[in-house]
């Protein structure tokens, strides 16, 4: 039997459970999001025994090197002593200074950062709140501007959620104190793609990175097509228009289309939807892309939104010719996604 000691108790581990459930089941507030090794917020250092590399997928070859793991993907065969690990990643505080409904359900959340936090735009940060650790991961909409950092995300509410209902609740200031950690993902532009063809895609909020790329690739003067599609699963998730418009206004090489998998009836939903519903098109975003552009070889492919959505996507464009490689996805996982796996495994 393996054990595990954490803050001086040892705990005995059942067969085939993760470090993180042990931990959990017994008592110890471990943040943690998706439980599928993507978010990170649950990584933990040990301090002796040996960790299994299936545990260390996603980390720096620096912070494997220091023996930090995944403590959801960790099933050990040896005893482990156990460390938090503040030192991963920036950890800093900040404060919610302004939220903004976009849509009936989707909110633009402004933050503060205390203290020294870069960022590239289209990573994400792992946000824990610090009653009851509750931890959830968001993309961060837009480049770094201003010291100390002013993040945006977007937020879509669902009912019942608990932190996206915290966060976009309208109380600012103090009590909407938050614990940040990231910035995390490798989905952001690189100077090397500057001639290169991007396609953007992005479901629902999965827009955020993507305006944050969008963005960070036109102040450093692309040369190639951006062609940004953003689709959602109702006129509710489209939002943004009039500021991508703008942005892209004075750049030709940017084509920027909107559509919804189902299209609504028109007039059926609030006069301040018509125009995005207006000007949308209705279809399956991958098949539509597919007829758009020819063949997508050597394109830099940016996939964002819920996890179904974005491994479909990125089958469909690895068959239509796209270099696995070439393919930058933020899966959007949750929790619900990990249990549901877990369940049917
Ligand atoms: C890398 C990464 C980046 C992310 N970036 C963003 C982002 O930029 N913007 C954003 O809005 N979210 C993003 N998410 C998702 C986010 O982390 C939360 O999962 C989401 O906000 C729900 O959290 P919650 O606490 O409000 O809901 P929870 O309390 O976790 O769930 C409550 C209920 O909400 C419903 N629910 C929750 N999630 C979903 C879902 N995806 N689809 C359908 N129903 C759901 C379910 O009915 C559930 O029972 C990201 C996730 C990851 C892993």
Redesign the pocket.
């Known amino acids: 039997m393996v054990t595990l000691t954490y803050k001086n108790r040892t705990t005995l581990l059942q067969d085939g459970q993760s470090v993180l459930d042990t931990l959990l089941e017994r008592g110890e507030p471990i943040p943690h999001?998706?439980k599928?090794g993507?978010?990170q917020s649950c990584v933990l250092k040990a301090t002796e025994g040996e960790v299994p590399t299936a545990a260390q997928v996603g980390l720096k070859t620096t912070q494997k090197a220091q023996n930090y793991f995944l403590s959801c993907l960790c099933k050990p065969t040896q005893d482990l002593t156990l460390l938090d690990c503040d030192d991963l990643g920036m950890k800093a505080t900040a404060y919610v200074v302004a939220t903004k409904q976009l849509t009936p359900s989707?909110y633009a959340v402004w933050l503060e950062i205390e203290g020294d936090f870069t960022y590239k735009a289209g990573q994400?940060i792992n946000l824990t709140r610090p009653c009851d650790q509750?931890t959830?991961?968001?993309?961060?909409?837009g480049v770094q501007t201003s010291s100390p950092a002013k993040i945006e995300?977007?937020?879509?509410?669902?009912?019942?959620?608990?932190?996206?209902?915290?966060?976009s609740s309208g109380l600012v200031g103090i009590s909407r104190q938050i614990s940040v950690r990231g910035p995390?993902?490798n989905c952001f532009y690189l100077p090397e793609f500057k001639e290169k063809n991007m396609l953007l895609l992005g479901y629902?909020?999965?827009l955020?990175?993507l305006y944050g790329i969008l963005q960070d690739a036109l102040n450093q003067g692309h040369k190639g097509t951006i062609h940004l599609y953003h689709w959602g699963a109702s006129s509710d998730d489209l939002y943004y228009r009039n500021e991508i418009s703008a942005l892209i206004k004075e750049h030709p090489n940017v084509v920027y289309k909107t559509g919804l998998e189902v299209m609504e009836e028109r007039g059926e939903k609030r006069s301040s939807m018509s125009k995005e519903l207006e000007q949308s098109l209705s279809g399956d975003a991958c098949a539509l892309i597919k007829e758009d552009l020819s063949g997508l070889k050597d394109w830099k492919i940016f996939l964002?939104g819920?996890?179904a959505k974005v491994n479909k996507a990125r089958r469909v464009f690895y068959l239509a010719g796209a270099d696995l490689s070439d393919i930058y996805a933020?899966?959007?996982?949750?929790?619900?996604?990990a249990e549901a796996i877990e369940k049917v495994s």
Request: include cysteine.
């Open positions: 999001a998706c599928q993507i978010c989707i994400y509750l959830r991961s968001y993309s961060i909409a995300l977007h937020i879509k509410v669902f009912e019942g959620g608990e932190m996206s209902n915290w966060l995390m993902g629902g909020t999965g955020a990175p964002c819920s996890e933020d899966a959007f996982f949750t929790w619900q996604t």
